[in-house]
């Protein structure tokens, strides 16, 4: 009884391991709105879902989408697998 339990709960705990973030799914994020950029520059990371690894940009404070994170770390922790 105790073995099956135990198998359980690391089946468990596999499972919501592997759930990921519904943003991580977005495209890698972008800047603006078509050909018009904004003016902000702040540090950000988006991750790459093709490529399984997040990769750096400056965003301008408009546009793009939710798949943006501050640090790297963050990213990391939240998308990559």
Avoid: T
Wanted: aromatic share 14%; hydrophobic share 40%; charged share 15%.
């Amino acid at each position: 009884m105790k073995f099956l339990a135990i198998s359980m709960l690391f089946a468990l705990l596999g499972v919501s391991l592997a759930l990921k973030d519904p943003i991580c799914d977005l495209p890698h994020s972008a800047d603006g709105y078509g050909d018009v950029a904004c003016m902000a520059s702040m540090p950000q990371w988006s991750y790459n879902a093709e490529a399984n690894e997040c990769i750096f940009f400056i965003y301008g404070g408009c546009g793009g989408n939710e798949n943006r994170f501050w640090s790297q770390y963050d990213c990391e922790q939240k998308c990559v697998e």
